[in-house]
């Protein structure tokens, strides 16, 4: 199972209201995952930097939210 991490209060990509997890990246994530049937985990981050380091030690697999793609950004993740 694939484990996805997402940044909470980030709208309009991903927020949880009412427990349930949506936004532009959560959708498309979501019918990336059901069309490619990858099961899949939602795990919550407090921030994008603590998202991009929990990839970097593996605690996700994949991050989805509106990510900003730098020079700096591309050469360390």
Same mark, same amino acid.
């Given at each position: 199972?694939?484990?996805?991490?997402?940044?909470?209060? $980030?709208?309009?990509?991903? $927020?949880? #209201? $009412?427990?349930?997890? #949506?936004?532009?990246?959560?959708?498309?994530?979501?019918?990336?995952?059901?069309?490619?049937?990858?099961?899949?985990?939602? $795990?919550?981050?407090?921030?994008?930097?603590?998202?991009?380091?929990a990839t970097r030690r593996?605690?996700?697999?994949?991050?989805v939210g509106c990510l900003?793609?730098?020079?700096?950004?591309?050469?360390?993740?």
């Amino acid at each position: 199972m694939l484990r996805v991490g997402v940044v909470d209060g $980030s709208p309009p990509c991903s $927020s949880r #209201q $009412s427990g349930e997890w #949506q936004g532009l990246a959560v959708d498309l994530w979501t019918r990336i995952a059901t069309r490619e049937r990858l099961p899949f985990v939602l $795990s919550e981050w407090s921030s994008v930097q603590s998202l991009l380091d929990a990839t970097r030690r593996a605690e996700v697999d994949v991050a989805v939210g509106c990510l900003n793609v730098s020079p700096e950004r591309l050469g360390r993740y």
